[in-house]
């Protein structure tokens, strides 16, 4: 029996019983895109629904703290020093102006306050500085999230006594084409911050960016990068390429939207308690695009006008989506 044939409790008892390190072969990952649009929506919300309610969206917003003047050449970003994209290097916000941003984000509905800066990796005293804000944001009674580039010894540890509950470290994409996105750094470096981040006991939140010019198998791959984590994220953003003039990937064909849906359900299948968020370059979806998003296992958005530096759907439009589709903030 092949993965084409097998039911889909089969498929998710077999990854449940395999050993970790080979939870998920690429070669069944791939074998998953390639199924008939259809079945894979059904397998896909067969998988949410053992494990989630599926009228249920968790919302985060995010709030770059620190923005522009990043040393990292990832060709995605519009945020490196060395693309002229119109971003201007900022300093690290006070406390009180992403406590206000917070508060509105709470009162808007989120329940998650992610906060970024364009960091290759912080320093000590960046750590000391983002605790302080890290702590002020959870005593509002908002759960905390933090991505600040590649972590050193003991900066997950000092984030993680500040109160801090997710740190984001995306993949990016596969291993295997990773060198063609990110120069600056290797694909074990983020591996190596997301183990510090476990062993501090902070959940992880990583996911990718799709539409890059990267093949399907490529996709696979980093869907089985994700997947063979041990153990795999509780969070997992998927992100669809805004491109940004300046940048080196400013012009890549753009990503076929049922393909990007094929991905929401992969990796819905392949990581079943995962909140699987829409992130970036949700605005150019559409809403029919989403809703087959969050028909294929999507329960998490970031939610807000603005992410880090590019756009996304206002809080009143995705509030009236959310009616039309009669689901409800988790």
Not at 154 to 159: F, S, T, Y
Not at 217 to 241: F, H, K, M, T
Request: aromatic share 6%.
């Amino acid at each position: 029996m092949t993965i084409h044939e097998a039911p889909v409790h089969l498929v998710t008892r077999a990854a449940a019983q395999a050993a970790p390190t080979d939870r998920w072969q690429v070669a069944d990952i791939e074998a998953l895109f390639e199924l008939p649009f259809t079945e894979l929506m059904f397998r896909a919300q067969t998988v949410h629904r053992e494990h989630f309610d599926p009228a249920e969206v968790q919302l985060s917003t995010l709030l770059s703290i620190k923005t522009g003047g990043c040393p990292e050449d990832c060709s995605y970003c519009p945020q490196a020093a060395r693309y002229d994209t119109g971003v201007e290097a900022g300093k690290l916000m006070d406390t009180e102006a992403v406590l206000d941003a917070a508060r509105r984000a709470q009162e808007a509905g989120a329940s998650r306050f992610c906060m970024g800066a364009a960091w290759r990796g912080p320093k000590d005293r960046d750590i000391e500085k983002v605790a302080e804000l890290v702590s002020a944001v959870k005593s509002l009674g908002l759960e905390t999230c933090a991505t600040l580039g590649m972590l050193e010894d003991g900066h997950a540890e000092a984030l993680q006594s500040a109160g801090l509950d997710y740190y984001n470290h995306n993949l990016d994409t596969a291993p295997e084409f990773y060198g063609d996105i990110v120069r600056t750094r290797q694909y074990q470096d983020r591996l190596d911050t997301l183990q510090r981040v476990r062993g501090a006991g902070v959940k992880v939140c990583a996911g990718g960016i799709v539409g890059m010019g990267e093949t399907r198998a490529q996709r696979a791959g980093l869907i089985g990068a994700l997947a063979n984590l041990d153990p795999y994220p509780e969070s997992v953003p998927i992100n669809n390429l805004v491109q940004v003039e300046g940048t080196p990937l400013h012009g890549t064909v753009q990503l076929d939207p049922l393909e990007f849906v094929r991905t929401i359900a992969v990796a819905r299948i392949t990581m079943p308690t995962a909140r699987v968020r829409l992130s970036a370059g949700r605005q150019a979806l559409g809403e029919a695009v989403q809703a087959l998003c969050f028909t294929a296992g999507a329960n998490s958005i970031f939610y807000g006008d603005k992410l880090l530096t590019t756009g996304n759907p206002d809080v009143q439009a995705d509030r009236a989506l959310l009616d039309k589709l009669g689901m409800r903030p988790a």
